[in-house]
């Protein structure tokens, strides 16, 4: 999937713990692509960041579900931070 890259723009591994971001796309192809889709992580969708201590995975809320997104994977999932209210509870 091409991006359009926002200046704002920036990779799941690199949002704060307790911030909450949507998903931009993704950079590269291959079935792990699909498996974001199938974790919930589709372009649009609103993620809150629950652990990023810096190494080990991603653990982020997508649709009410806890997931586990690999650092090497957090990489490659461009997003923008939400703003205040993005009212996705």
Known sequence: MA????????????????KVARVL??????GWVY???QMGLVPGALVEVLVNNGRGPVIVRVMGVEVAVGRGLARRVRVELAGEGAGWR
């Open 25 to 30: 796309g993704f950079e590269g192809r291959g």
């Open 35 to 37: 498996r974001m889709y």
């Open 3 to 18: 991006l359009t890259m926002s200046s704002d723009s920036l990779t799941l591994d690199a949002v704060e713990e307790g």
